[in-house]
């Protein structure tokens, strides 16, 4: 049994390692070699390090846009998360404390919002009629939108796991439905809502379809796009390309180290009672 554990662990360990770290490590030597060395697409080391040139020259390319797009980036996700936490977290406790007929086509609507693919006809002629095309409230929109049903499922699945008894006593001192949810309810989902955070973060910042289809425009460009566009300026100097995905998947791949166990804590803490 220990040595059917041990092979299992060192082929899970193996196949992270293919899979997660070999393509980050051709990423950054890549990104630290000349154009004409990059240009073989190998695991070699670079025969000159210019690591910190490329990164100069990619940031101030096209007149720093990639520091424009970390920008909008850093924006959309810091508003778009916030409200899903918000309005997820309330979503959630209604439909977890509250029985009624209502509820259950509320939670459809819910399900709905994960199994429905976007329309993005639609989509661009609503927000274009709501004066939100183009801008960065209405990625701001879309993105909780989009997010909105995961996070409530993660809230409501958590909420049921604190006991009724905590509303029943703030209900007795005198407590308004508010105060009790953010008095009361709010402090108890941190673990769910450091998950819900660090993965929808992970998410939004990453997201590339939803800044293409509704945010066009070069001021309004994202680090997602900026990949997309370099991809064609660099496109004999695959260094550059390489260090530009390199600061785009850093961020991320920072927010994953340092919070990984708050997700999995998250994500299992309302999968058992009691």
């Known amino acids: 049994m220990k040595r059917r554990q041990y092979v299992i662990g060192i082929t899970a360990l193996a196949?992270?390692?293919?899979?997660?770290?070999?393509?980050?490590?051709?990423?950054l030597l890549n990104a630290s070699k000349t154009s004409q060395d990059s240009a073989a697409l190998d695991f070699s080391l670079p025969d000159r390090w210019v690591f910190f040139e490329n990164l100069i020259a990619v940031v101030q390319?096209?007149?720093?846009?990639?520091?424009?797009?970390?920008?909008?980036?850093t924006l959309i996700t810091v508003c778009s998360v916030a409200l899903m936490v918000i309005f997820g977290a309330m979503v959630g406790y209604i439909l977890q404390r509250r029985h009624s007929?209502?509820?259950?086509?509320?939670?459809?609507?819910?399900?709905?919002?994960?199994?429905?693919?976007?329309?993005?006809?639609?989509t661009i002629w609503l927000l274009q009629q709501i004066g939100l095309f183009k801008t960065i409230h209405g990625m701001i929109l879309i993105q909780c939108a989009y997010g909105l049903?995961?996070?409530?499922?993660?809230?409501?699945?958590?909420?049921?796991?604190?006991?009724r008894d905590l509303d029943e006593a703030a209900r007795i001192d005198g407590a308004s439905p508010l105060q009790i949810f953010f008095r009361v309810i709010l402090p108890l989902l941190k673990p769910v809502t450091v998950t819900v955070i660090v993965v929808q973060s992970i998410t939004v910042f990453n997201d590339f379809t939803h800044p293409l289809?509704?945010?066009?425009?070069?001021?309004?460009v994202t680090v997602q796009l900026?990949?997309?566009?370099?991809?064609?300026?660099?496109?004999?100097?695959?260094?550059?390309?390489?260090?530009?995905?390199?600061?785009?998947?850093?961020?991320?791949?920072?927010?994953?180290?340092?919070?990984?166990?708050q997700i999995v804590a998250g994500m299992t803490a309302g999968a058992v009672k009691g």
């Open 101 to 122: 007929a209502w509820n259950k086509v509320i939670f459809g609507f819910v399900l709905a919002g994960l199994m429905i693919p976007p329309a993005v006809v639609p």
């Open 15 to 27: 196949a992270t390692f293919v899979i997660f770290v070999l393509p980050f490590i051709f990423i």
């Open 226 to 261: 900026t990949l997309y566009n370099f991809q064609s300026q660099f496109v004999s100097q695959m260094n550059l390309l390489f260090m530009n995905i390199l600061l785009v998947t850093i961020p991320p791949l920072i927010v994953f180290l340092f919070f990984n166990r």
């Open 149 to 163: 049903s995961f996070s409530v499922l993660l809230f409501r699945q958590f909420i049921g796991t604190i006991p």
């Open 61 to 73: 390319a096209r007149d720093y846009i990639l520091l424009l797009a970390y920008w909008n980036s």
């Open 213 to 220: 289809y509704y945010l066009p425009g070069r001021e309004n």
